[in-house]
């Protein structure tokens, strides 16, 4: 699948060529000749002259012929060269560097740096010292967070990750590859005890943050889990604290529903009430589908409790208002969606009585569909 | 307090369907049409056949272990749900018949969360509108059968707003640089949303029906 926007923001296209910084090549000093400025392809490198360069063979019916640079043919013409020799040199580790700077998401390049590594048992510190410069680069790029976590479990030691994450989701608090190396980091190696802080710290510079809500069910399902009705009883009023300064919060309300749902929204007491009352003042459409989600909790788990019919009816008929006042008013563009909730929720509970004033609709099943 | 996130339609945005405009602009990419549709079928004769030499059961098991609380689905297990990583969740259970697995009701809802005031569609809660989210999200609601849960009309003006009238293409989002990439998503989420001037595309492989009628293959949808 190629990639997605926010997860990386380019696909196949070749990225725009970089001007040649020349670091790697300090290497290889004769490269430059007289101008240390001026960049020698690798066909006209002395120290090369040994290895037949490999053109990329894109087969008998190209269909997206990319244009390459000069330098970018080059350099890959003598990756594919290294590879076919199978060759295990200091200059092929080298010429990696040179690969990457040019496409870092090539990951037969990254896979062959790795195998370079291995085989002249290069010092890790130092290639953690160069994915770090790579990743503050190009962070939403999967190859260099992967090669990242190759070297932290070769070198087995993960005590840099958290504060180089925490540095990466400073510049972008919502970047999907550090959250996911974050969250593989802390479950391998057990560094559950400060990120509960970690956080609440996101979540006071921007209680919206999506990622920071699903790490919070993350590291709690992890740890204390939910069953345990003082935790339950704390993430519910951190929920509703988060709504009460930003009530227009998608993620705290789905963050509350997630936790509260496999228990059965209407076991809560008194939640249904602070909803209601939070509905006074700090109204939104996902306040009104968490009370639709409670009252239908109610009635699905009404031969539990001693409900009457009664009770069963006047449930049921402010559900359905809800559903009428977000299709009609308060959520318009999703229209079609509580209207289905409405007549679903009629016809599992409705029975006999008479339905609240709602599109007349003749009655369909729960499943269907236009 | 951060405000909600979404861009404004403005009122001189492009409201129709620039397909010459379009055209140009891909054709200029260098790529001749046939070679597509020789491509394609070569590629897709070759993955028919391979299908068993993957663990389907393991593979599926996998899938359904990235589903998370609110119904979507992540990366791995226990990352943020995504409608990129949605759209490939989907179009791997139509692939291997185990739709049916799913929870279409409450995914649908959570696609159809990603509809902002603008019409466009995000990727997440809390974040802006991306025209490629309405081929990721619009694609995920057609297969499980919840593509009439988006406002269709709202999320049309969008797209339309995202091509540029100048040089062709679509952007990710309406005054920005436009993209191959893009363009792709815009045009193929107008057909899922039922223009008459493009052709049918499929869903879970993101090609025109007509390709996939002539090798035979229909990856299921639900109802």
Known sequence: MSSVQEASTETTEVKEQKEFEGDADEQFGESFGADPTRYTFYRDRKEWADLEPVPQDDGPNPVVKIAYSDKFADVYDYFRALLKKDEKSERALALTADAIELNAANYTVWHYRRVLLQALSKDLREEMKYITNIIEEQP????????????????????????????????????????????????????????????????????????AWNQRHFVISHTTGFSDPAVVQREIQYCLNQIRKAPHNESAWNY???????????????????????????????????????????????????????EQKETLKKALEICELLAQEKDTIRKEYWQFLGRSVKNKYGGDGPSVAEEAKPSVPASETS | IAQLKDVIIKPDAPSSLLLDKHADYIAAYGSKKDDYVNNIHLKYDNAIGKMDTINVDKAVEFVLSCMNFDGGFGCRPGSESHAGQIYCCTGFLSLTGQLHQLNADLLGWWLCERQLPSGGLNGRPEKLPDVCYSWWVLASLKIIGRIHWIDKAKLRRF??????????????????MVDPFHTLFGVAGLSLLGDEQIKAVNPVLCMPEDVLQRIGLQPDLLS
């Open chain 1, 256 to 310: 509350l529903k997630g936790m509260l749902q496999d228990r059965g929204l209407s076991s809560q007491p008194g939640l249904l009430e602070k909803v209601l009352e939070l509905k006074e003042t700090h109204c939104s459409p996902y306040l009104l589908a968490f009370l639709f989600d409670c009252y239908e909790d109610a009635l699905e788990f009404s031969s539990q409790k001693e409900n009457t019919e009664q």
């Open chain 1, 140 to 211: 939403k790029n999967y190859q260099v967070w992967h090669h990242r976590r190759m070297v932290v479990e070769w070198l087995n030691d993960p005590s840099e990750e958290l504060e180089f994450i925490a540095d990466i989701l400073s510049q972008d608090a919502k970047n999907y590859h550090a959250w996911q190396h974050r969250q593989w980091v802390i479950q391998e190696y057990k560094l559950w005890d400060k990120e509960l802080e970690f956080v609440e710290t996101l979540l006071e510079e921007d209680v919206r943050n999506n990622s």
């Open chain 2, 159 to 176: 797209i339309l707003a995202c091509q540029d009238e100048e040089t062709g293409g679509f952007a990710d989002r309406p005054g920005d």
